[in-house]
């Protein structure tokens, strides 16, 4: 047996040094290319500088200008690719490769020998492949199939066969420490260096430990829809970003660039936390927005609306008051399919009933009657929005009457030359528009053919006659009166709520239209059981025609009541021809011992299994004083810092009262508090509100403030869940008085 290892070790480390020596070779070739691409690319700019005209109206000159761009462009794209393939041969000299495989195709004598890193190896003389490209479809067997037989889908079909070994590798800094065969997965000893490592200031790629479950997300290329519920700690994320990497590999033949795909994340700090791994994957950084970015971008500035985080600060605030139980009750219904209903009837109820067309004349004729111009507006076989139809019926009214005044002029001119008469000229012409008549006239128009949708909003609240109306045979919350009023009352201050950002936002995208997202063609909802069903009618009208991954934890639903029926509505709301939806039920973020609180925690059954990762249990810290508690805080960050952890939370419930725990903190250490203006996540300690922490990680947690005073509705609990399922090899839960009932 050891005779055997020390003979694969050999033979291992002399391959090592063959890939890594063609790796320099190509690095070399790369290097001495890329001096000579740039000098061709400035000289092929100059010449197109000193020989072709700028500013021309000479259309003979076009295809010369034309060409010399074309020629430029396939430059450019040459030298950033050459760019490119010097960047991935650097960060492959440390460590080329993590993993092998050897497989013998049927019908097949001959076995190959797959090595996998994060990027093709290729010996440019031989053509000898050294290492594939982890998303490379023979790839997907290192992480689907055991040894024996084993399939994966290629281009010219499903190749079958059978794998005869699986291998695992240690290198860093261009030396094999270690390696060992494994069998059905990514071996769970490969998985416990890499979970038991500290976190990282930004999130890391797991190309080295996909599991075979999360494989088969990332390679998914058949569905229009793929919907993911997964466990905190199941990486849902890490998926998502790899699958992205993935789809820009494939796009290579299906023509998808990093401008076609968009993440919707759940704030600024996760914007920014997991912004280094696309590019660590060697691939571009896709846009990433928020749903407050969405909302602040198509109201142009016209409403200053509060932010999603400024929501749950409030709802924190007055959960025990009547004014939290009302707000609560406003939220859920202005994200409901009930009010989707509500706006869509109000909408159609506009349409029919509200536009108040007029007859128009001009110089005593009639160009339209009223019914002419509704049947021209109700006429719209290609569901054109509300006011591009308007201003279709705007624009026909003014080209008939430029068309009258043409002819009219040209009646009056040739009167004049007859006449030859000065006065009859002068009373002919002043029949026509003057500019204070074609204003009025502009003003009668526009009465009829322009919509604005937070008008449209405010008739909703103002004319409760109206709201009823619309409710007819719907069910209403049962303080309905008192978010009427209070909704007419924020919008008369000229306040917008979050939860109305997004029926106005419908109406707007519904009369108007929008083309802000229309080069997407993927679109990646992160944190998904956060949005409100009326917010994916929004989603699905902006990103009209796009493939979507949707992925969530409905466990971590805060402010409301999820379950696993939210994909449901995804699916209904969005309405795919083929869509499939998910689960992941393993968590690998937390030790074995947190996960076990955490699902103490949660108080309700979920499908949920721990990867077997044992540390210490987690401590519930009781002291007499607030400032006992600060102190002990401040102990135990020093503490941990000594173990060797490098980031260290310490989770408060609101903003306020972080705010004031790091005012305190800093005067003693050195400690960040996390804000929504900068949400920069760095290595050491820092401050935060519960609500801004999922999706994050850290070494240690110490949740400040876990009392019954704090921590004791079913919205409290909720919250108090995702704070403690962000450790990752310790958690500190503190209090003074009695502690939380759920701990």
Not at 294 to 309: D, H, M, Q, W
Not at 361 to 368: A, C
Not at 418 to 433: A, D, G, V
Request: aromatic share 10%.
């Amino acid at each position: 047996m050891m005779e055997n290892y020390q003979q694969n070790l050999q033979e291992e480390i002399i391959y090592l040094e063959q890939t890594l020596a063609v790796i320099r070779k190509e690095l070399d070739l790369e290097a001495a290319s890329v001096t000579d691409k740039k000098s061709r690319l400035i000289a092929l700019r100059k010449d197109m500088w000193e020989n072709t005209v700028h500013f021309s109206n000479d259309f003979d000159r076009l295809p010369e200008i034309n060409h010399f761009l074309s020629e430029v462009n396939n430059q450019t794209a040459n030298y950033d690719s050459t760019l490119k393939q010097i960047k991935y041969y650097k960060s492959m000299l440390g460590s080329p490769y993590f993993g092998r495989f050897d497989f013998a195709e049927d019908s097949f004598d001959d076995g190959l020998k797959v090595y996998i890193g994060l990027h093709n190896v290729m010996d440019s003389k031989t053509h000898n492949i050294f290492v594939y490209d982890w998303r490379a479809p023979v790839s997907s067997i290192f992480y689907r199939w055991e040894v024996g037989k084993a399939s994966y889908s290629a281009p010219a079909g499903i190749i079958s066969g059978e794998v005869l070994l699986k291998r695992q590798y240690k290198i860093r800094d261009a030396k094999l420490k270690y390696f060992f065969d494994c069998s059905i997965r990514i071996n769970d000893e490969k998985l416990q260096e890499v979970l038991g490592n500290n976190s990282s200031a930004k999130m890391r790629n797991i190309v080295e430990t996909i599991q075979k479950e999360q494989d088969a997300i990332i390679r998914d290329t058949e569905n229009e829809l793929l919907m993911v519920q997964g466990v905190a700690g199941s990486g849902k994320t890490s998926i998502a970003l790899h699958r992205i990497a993935f789809l820009l590999y494939e796009g290579l033949h299906a023509n998808i660039g990093s401008n076609n795909i968009i993440i919707i994340s759940p704030n600024t700090v996760f914007s920014k936390y997991i912004s280094s791994v696309l590019p660590e994957l060697g691939e571009e950084n896709v846009e990433q927005t928020t749903f407050d970015d969405i909302v602040s971008t198509l109201f142009e500035g016209r409403l200053k609306a509060e932010t999603r985080n400024e929501q749950l600060e409030s709802l924190i605030v007055s959960r025990n008051n009547e004014e939290g139980k009302v707000r609560r009750q406003s939220i859920e219904f202005k994200g409901s399919r009930v009010f989707t209903q509500m706006l869509d009837r109000l909408i159609r109820q506009y349409e029919r009933r509200m536009i108040a067309f007029e007859d128009v004349y001009f110089g005593g004729k009639t160009l339209f009657t009223r019914q002419q111009l509704k049947n021209l507006f109700l006429n719209d076989k290609i569901g054109m929005p509300m006011v591009k139809r308007l201003k279709r019926i705007e624009k026909k009214i003014i080209e008939r009457v430029h068309l009258l005044r043409r002819k009219r002029l040209a009646k009056i001119e040739k009167i004049v030359e007859k006449s030859n008469e000065h006065e009859l000229e002068i009373k002919s012409f002043s029949r026509l528009l003057s500019i204070k008549e074609a204003k009025i006239f502009m003003r009668r128009l526009r009465r009829y053919t322009e919509v604005d949708y937070l008008d449209l909003y405010k008739l909703l609240f103002n004319n409760q006659e109206l709201f009823f109306k619309l409710a007819r045979s719907l069910e209403l919350p049962v303080d309905i009166e008192e978010i009427i009023s209070r909704t007419k009352e924020s919008l008369d201050e000229g306040k917008i709520y979050y939860e109305d950002c997004t029926p106005v936002l419908y109406l707007k995208i519904r009369l108007e239209g929008s083309d802000l997202f229309s080069e997407i063609k993927q679109v990646v909802i992160d944190e998904a059981q956060d949005y409100d069903p009326l917010q994916y009618e929004v989603f699905n009208l902006l990103f009209q025609g796009a493939r979507c991954t949707v992925l969530g934890d409905t466990h971590q639903a805060v402010e409301k009541d999820a379950d696993n029926s939210l994909y449901d509505i995804v699916a209904d709301i969005f309405h795919r021809s083929k869509m499939v939806k998910l689960f992941l039920n393993k968590s690998y973020r937390a030790s074995f011992e947190i996960n076990n609180f955490t699902q103490r925690l949660l108080g309700k059954k979920q499908d949920f299994i721990s990867f077997e990762r044992h540390e210490a249990e987690p401590v519930i810290v009781f002291k007499d004083t607030p400032e006992m508690v600060e102190r002990a805080v401040e102990h135990d960050i020093d503490s941990y810092f000594e173990q060797g952890y490098e980031s260290i939370a310490v989770i408060c419930k609101t903003r306020e009262e972080a705010e004031r725990l790091h005012a305190r903190l800093n005067n003693s250490m050195n400690i960040k508090l996390v804000s929504t203006v900068d949400g920069e996540i760095g290595k050491g300690a820092l401050v935060i509100p519960a609500y801004m922490v999922k999706g994050l990680e850290f070494d240690v947690v110490l949740v400040h403030g876990a009392s019954r005073d704090n921590y004791a509705t079913e919205f409290d609990r909720k919250l108090l869940y995702v704070a403690c399922t962000r450790a990752l090899h310790r958690l500190v839960l503190y209090h003074a008085g009695e502690k939380s009932p759920f701990i």
